[in-house]
């Protein structure tokens, strides 16, 4: 019978969770050829194409999915086996939950949830690290963060809980527009999912547009439209936290909406980091919503 490499595993899963080949070796620290050369090896062992070649991009056959599955879980037992060494050393039994996100604003609705969660269980700590949107995957699939909330412009398939946000402009009253000018664009910048969704729909309706204010913190994202400054792509459900005034009547393009997605990695303690998930959603989106988004998810994985 044939045994198949934990390392070929790894390499799809990567392939799938970047959507490249190119970021899947440069995670992984080996070249494309060899993430290609890996990947007709595992699909030869297999007897079977993993990715659909009709479809532009990384797109999974029926079969495909199915491999990804079960090689998370096969992945999963293979990291807790490696962690036994470790663990069976300690002394007493504390737990480091690393959580990443790309959003400040997110990040400072956590602590009370977390203090929360440490009062039943006092042996577990925190880390919270708010990074750009790729990093955070990359850290997720490598076991560096445990669980990640983040939107993603597409539905993803592997979210433990996931909601779909409406996405709206932000003005001030104050702000004068003329559309013959470029659009006076506020955001967090390149690696912000709303600016990337935004920019993506003014080059369809042949806009122009400049970049006039970029920072990382929503406070100082909210204190530029509230100047004046410009417009801001974000979900309505944030505009009314931080007290924005949506453009109803706005004559820039319609948003389509945004999904925000609570992740929890393969292996290590799942059950701890997935009943933190399930309290993240819940103080995010409310109790009704996550459930509904957990549902969501699970018909996702049952469908992969």
């Known amino acids: 019978?044939?045994?198949?490499?934990?390392?070929?595993?790894?390499?799809?899963?990567?392939?799938?969770?970047?959507?490249?080949?190119?970021?899947?070796?440069?995670?992984?620290?080996?070249?494309?050829?060899?993430?290609?050369?890996?990947?007709?090896?595992?699909?030869?062992?297999?007897?079977?194409?993993?990715?659909?070649?009709?479809?532009?991009g990384v797109s999974l056959t029926a079969h495909g999915q199915s491999v990804v599955s079960q090689a998370r879980r096969l992945l999963s037992i293979n990291d807790q086996i490696l962690a036994l060494g470790v663990r069976g050393t300690e002394s007493k039994a504390e737990l480091l939950i690393r959580i990443g996100t790309p959003s400040d604003f997110i990040a400072s609705y956590l602590p009370d949830t977390l203090a929360r969660f440490r009062a039943r269980w006092p042996d577990v700590r925190f880390s919270v690290r708010t990074q750009p949107y790729d990093p955070l995957v990359r850290q997720l699939h490598n076991g560096e963060i445990d669980v990640m909330v983040a939107q993603t412009m597409a539905p993803p398939h592997d979210a433990r809980h996931l909601v779909e946000q409406e996405v709206v402009w932000v003005r001030s009253p104050s702000m004068r527009f003329d559309p013959s000018d470029p659009v006076p664009l506020v955001s967090g910048g390149d690696s912000s999912t709303y600016r990337r969704l935004a920019v993506q729909m003014l080059r369809e309706a042949g806009l122009h547009w400049e970049d006039v204010f970029t920072s990382p913190s929503m406070y100082s994202l909210s204190n530029a439209v509230a100047a004046g400054l410009g417009v801001m792509p974000i979900s309505r459900r944030r505009a009314r936290a931080v007290g924005l005034p949506v453009w109803e009547d706005t004559p820039l393009p319609i948003l389509p909406p945004l999904y925000s997605g609570i992740y929890v990695r393969e292996g290590g303690a799942r059950a701890s980091y997935e009943q933190l998930a399930d309290e993240i959603a819940n103080m995010l989106f409310g109790p009704a919503s996550a459930q509904l988004s957990n549902g969501f998810a699970r018909a996702h994985e049952s469908a992969a």
């Open 1 to 56: 019978m044939t045994n198949i490499p934990t390392d070929l595993l790894r390499t799809l899963v990567a392939v799938v969770d970047l959507r490249s080949y190119t970021k899947a070796a440069a995670f992984l620290g080996i070249t494309q050829p060899a993430v290609s050369a890996q990947i007709k090896r595992l699909q030869f062992l297999l007897g079977t194409d993993l990715f659909d070649r009709r479809v532009q």
